[in-house]
């Protein structure tokens, strides 16, 4: 059994009962959370989703990680395909009562997981210049799509501030994050969902400096008021399984 697996009480519908067909690890991961209106946000999602709201608001993510582990079952991992930068840009809606995650943007590294993960579950990927460093407990991550005018990147350094601990259900860092589905459209105009499942996510407080995010901008979205939202977490097993239309 994958050690994802081992844990399933606290997800908030059944896992799927065909087979998962996907895993990875989820690593030094930041959460940047900024609230943002529905109303900005709804010309860039499917109507068939409802943009969720939590306390009046919804909210959009940017979150830079690494990824490990990262092949299709039953394979092993493999050199340079198996591991590498990622960084994605994330709502929250719902569908036929599932809370799930729209990206609205993903970038990474590896040209053959930009070339997977578009082709087999329609998401938004593309190739990016991608650097992570570790000062400490702490990461440095660096990323650049594109050059000239076309130019988008993300600059920051961030690091853990507190203790674990798992977020409380009815919270919004708990809405935020336990999240066990994804939605994406095909070129052709279907809605697809991808099952996901992990143990909750074991969260630190964190503290970032932000220097460059330019990945908001595409989207129309420019964030104004507080600092963003932030939470941190070390190492999540994960396992995904294959989209189906919904």
Request: hydrophobic fraction near 40%.
């Amino acid at each position: 059994m994958h050690p994802a697996l081992t844990q399933l009480d606290h997800r908030p519908w059944p896992i799927p009962s065909g087979p998962w067909t996907w895993r990875q690890s989820w690593c030094d991961l930041l959460f940047a959370h900024w609230p943002v209106p529905v109303a900005a946000l709804r010309p860039l999602v499917p109507p068939e989703l409802t943009i969720q709201e939590f306390d009046g608001t919804s909210w959009v993510g940017v979150v830079p990680f690494r990824m490990a582990g990262v092949m299709r079952r039953p394979l092993p991992d493999l050199p340079w395909i198996s591991a590498f930068p990622e960084l994605n840009v994330r709502l929250y809606v719902e569908c036929q009562g599932k809370p799930g995650v729209w990206f609205l943007s993903l970038d990474a590294t590896n040209p053959l997981a930009v070339w997977a993960a578009r082709r087999f579950f329609h998401l938004p990927y593309y190739r990016a210049a991608m650097r992570l460093e570790y000062d400490g407990e702490g990461v440095r991550y660096r990323s650049v799509r594109g050059s000239g005018d076309s130019e988008l990147a993300f600059h920051g350094a961030y690091r853990p501030t507190s203790d674990t601990y798992l977020a409380k259900s009815g919270t919004l860092v708990h809405w935020l994050t336990e999240r066990y589905c994804l939605y994406a459209r095909s070129h052709r105009g279907t809605l697809y969902r991808a099952e996901v499942h992990h143990h909750p996510w074991p969260l630190q407080d964190a503290e970032a400096e932000i220097t460059r995010n330019d990945l908001l901008s595409p989207h129309g979205l420019q964030p104004s008021g507080p600092p963003p939202l932030l939470h941190f977490a070390r190492h999540l097993d994960v396992v995904v399984w294959s989209p189906e239309a919904v």
